[in-house]
C-alpha cells in the first residue's frame, strides 16, 4: 500500500513567485493537512481538507491558500514567495475525520532566493 | 487551545543506556497525545499514541509512554538505546476546531543523540 506521496521533493524559488505543492493521501483516505516546519518556529498546522472542504485554517496569511480534488488529492500554493517561507512542507493524511492517525509523507523541501 | 513543551532541545545517551524523553502538555479537552519521529530529510513516523484507556502506551521500536493527567505529561522512554534511535522526537497534542477537523499541536522537538 503506498504512503503519502508529496511533490516535488525539492524546489528553488525566486522571492516574488508564486509555488504549488501536490500531495497524494493514501488510497481510500479523505483528509489532507498540510504544515509548514522551520527550524525557528518548528512544525506549524498550515489546513486541513476533508471531502474538498477545508475544514480548519492555521495562523498563516492569506498568501498560503490549498484545495483538495474529488480523487482526495490536495495541492498547496503560496504566492509572492518571501525568503521566510524556506520551510519543509509536509502532508498527513487520515481515513476519515474520525480517525485519530495521521500519517505524513516526506514533505517538499521548498528553498526561497 | 493546545500547547506542548518539550523539555531538553537536545538529549545524548550511550548506546544501552535508558532514553527518556520529556514532554509536558496544556489542554481544554481530554487530550489525544502523540509521539512521533523525524530522520534527517524525511517525514514524520508515528511512534505511538494516547488516545482513551490504559495509560501506559507501547509502540514501535520499543519505545513507550506514559499518560499521566495529575502531571500533564506523556514522557517517551526506552530501555536500552541503539544507535538508530538516533533521530528527532515531536511530541503532539490533538486539538478540536470545529466538527470533525484535526489539528496537531506540536513541540518543538527533541534531537536524540546516542554515543558509542
Known amino acids: 500500500k503506498a504512503g503519502v506521496t508529496q511533490t516535488p521533493r525539492y524546489l528553488i524559488k525566486t522571492r516574488g513567485q508564486q509555488v504549488t505543492l501536490s500531495c497524494s493521501p493514501i488510497s481510500g483516505h479523505r483528509s489532507v493537512s498540510w504544515y509548514q516546519q522551520t527550524p525557528g518556529q518548528g512544525l506549524q498546522f498550515l489546513f486541513e481538507?476533508?471531502?474538498?472542504?477545508?475544514?480548519n485554517k492555521g495562523n498563516f496569511p492569506g498568501r498560503f491558500s490549498g484545495r483538495q480534488f474529488s480523487n482526495s488529492r490536495s495541492e498547496m500554493n503560496v504566492s509572492t514567495l518571501e525568503l521566510g517561507d524556506s520551510a519543509l512542507y509536509l502532508c498527513a493524511s487520515r481515513r476519515t475525520d474520525r480517525n485519530t492517525e495521521a500519517f505524513f509523507g516526506q514533505g517538499t523541501r521548498l528553498t526561497v532566493v | 487551545a493546545q500547547s506542548v513543551t518539550q523539555l531538553g532541545s537536545h538529549v545524548s545517551v550511550s548506546e544501552g543506556a535508558l532514553v527518556l524523553l520529556r514532554c509536558n502538555y496544556s489542554?481544554?479537552?481530554?487530550?489525544?497525545l502523540f509521539w512521533y519521529v523525524q530522520y534527517p530529510n524525511q517525514g514524520l513516523q508515528l511512534l505511538l499514541k494516547?488516545?482513551?484507556?490504559?495509560?501506559l502506551v507501547k509502540g514501535i521500536n520499543g519505545f513507550e509512554a506514559e499518560f499521566k493527567k495529575s502531571e500533564t505529561s506523556f514522557h517517551l522512554t526506552k530501555p536500552s538505546a541503539h544507535m538508530s534511535d538516533a533521530a528527532e522526537y515531536f511530541c503532539?497534542?490533538?486539538?478540536?476546531?470545529?466538527?470533525?477537523?484535526?489539528?496537531?499541536?506540536f513541540g518543538k522537538g527533541t534531537k536524540l543523540s546516542v554515543i558509542p
Open positions: 481538507y476533508f471531502s474538498e472542504t477545508q475544514r
Open positions: 503532539a497534542v490533538r486539538g478540536r476546531s470545529g466538527a470533525g477537523s484535526y489539528q496537531l499541536t
Open positions: 494516547y488516545t482513551t484507556g490504559a495509560t
Open positions: 489542554s481544554s479537552v481530554p487530550p489525544y
